[in-house]
């Protein structure tokens, strides 16, 4: 069974750092694709930073560009988001994802989603 355990959410003033860990049971975080999402209220859930499959070729949304920095840690399967100079804009419930390739009872393979329960980051003075 797959679980992701988001932590390291909380409060903290412009300018200000955190760092959100997400650590994996049931799949290896470097061999999926894995990443960071937030929604803020009223707004849909967008894409923060990613790798894409088992590589470490990162990519980062526009606003965070320069700020946030995605690491992977395959000893202790758990994946960070370092956020740097933050912005009250960043208040978000952020979640972490993972896209695993399946089969399903046809043979046939599929991507499947997985997502943790979210951890909240407000970025207040």
């Known amino acids: 069974q797959v679980q992701l355990v988001e932590s390291g959410g909380g409060l903290v003033q412009p300018g200000g750092s955190l760092r959100l860990s997400c650590a994996a049971s049931?799949?290896?975080?470097?061999?999926?694709?894995m990443s960071w999402y937030r929604q803020a209220p009223g707004k849909e859930r967008e894409l923060v930073a990613g790798f894409t499959d088992g590589n470490n070729m990162a990519n980062y949304a526009d606003s965070v560009k320069g700020r946030f920095s995605i690491v992977r840690d395959n000893a202790k399967n758990t994946v960070y988001l370092q956020m740097n100079s933050l912005k009250p804009e960043d208040t978000s419930v952020y979640y972490c994802?993972?896209?695993?390739?399946?089969?399903?009872?046809?043979?046939?393979?599929?991507?499947?989603?997985?997502w943790g329960q979210g951890t909240q980051v407000t970025v207040s003075s």
């Open positions: 994802k993972a896209v695993r390739t399946e089969i399903n009872i046809f043979y046939r393979s599929y991507e499947r989603a997985y």
């Open positions: 049931g799949l290896t975080v470097g061999s999926v694709a």
